[in-house]
T-cell receptor, first 112, second 114 residues
Framework: AQKVTQAQTEISVVEKEDVTLDCVYE???????LFWYKQPPSGELVFLIR??????QNEISGRYSWNFQKSTSSFNFTITASQVVDSAVYFC?????????FGTGTKLQVIP | DTEVTQTPKHLVMGMTNKKSLKCEQH?????MYWYKQKAKKPPELMFV???????INESVPSRFSPECPNSSLLNLHLHALQPEDSALYLC?????????????FGSGTRLTVV
């Protein structure tokens, strides 16, 4: 069975603060993919990053960075110098051989 | 064209109505998906089409009927829905059946059943 846990239900930060969204997963598959998606109030799911289970390199894309640690089954997402436009629900997802499992999402509110 | 287009954006229907949701992509993706998302919940997989054939039906009630007329189009036919079926319906596509390349999602159809 697969499971994705996003323990933070809601986070509020003041603009320009850094914020880390946590994601912990469980799977028995040896090959799997991890994703982060952003869902703004308009509803669409926006793909942010995909990471395969063999690639533990951290990644930075502008103000976004991701820390994948297989030893702790975590794939955390950090936004540096947050902006109001970052306000959204962020989903972590895991795909193994059978299906995609989404976490319950973390609602991020960036206050100006 | 790197988009998945869903129409309509909003739909209100009665419990005796028949309506259809439409999804279109022109990225050459061979897998297409329907997801249902209730408020404050993650998306839940409903159907998967791979190469225009239904490959997964996640025990969805028969009042939801998917159709894939060609590799670019995916429809979801709705009939005799219940108020609890009100949700955001998201379509997605990926290069292949297991979306290891990531999924492209549409902006969804917000459905209200009255």
């Amino acid at each position: 069975a697969q499971k994705v846990t996003q323990a933070q239900t809601e986070i509020s930060v003041v603009e320009k603060e850094d914020v880390t969204l946590d994601c912990v997963y469980e799977t028995r598959d040896t090959t799997y993919y991890l994703f982060w998606y952003k869902q703004p109030p308009s509803g669409e799911l926006v793909f942010l990053i995909r990471r395969n289970s063999f690639d533990e390199q951290n990644e930075i894309s502008g103000r976004y960075s991701w820390n994948f640690q297989k030893s702790t089954s975590s794939f955390n997402f950090t936004i540096t110098a947050s902006q109001v436009v970052d306000s959204a629900v962020y989903f972590c997802a895991l795909e193994g051989y059978q299906k995609v499992t989404f976490g319950t999402g973390t609602k991020l509110q960036v206050i100006p | 064209d790197t988009e998945v287009t869903q129409t309509p954006k909003h739909l209100v229907m009665g419990m005796t109505n028949k309506k259809s949701l439409k999804c279109e992509q022109h990225m050459g993706h061979r897998a297409m998906y329907w997801y249902k998302q209730k408020a404050k919940k993650p998306p839940e997989l409903m159907f998967v089409y791979s190469y225009e054939k239904l490959s997964i039906n996640e025990s969805v009630p028969s009042r939801f009927s998917p159709e894939c007329p060609n590799s670019s189009l995916l429809n979801l036919h709705l009939h005799a829905l219940q108020p609890e079926d009100s949700a955001l319906y998201l379509c997605a596509s990926s290069q292949a059946r297991q979306g290891f390349y990531g999924y492209t999602f549409g902006s969804g159809t917000r459905l209200t059943v009255v």
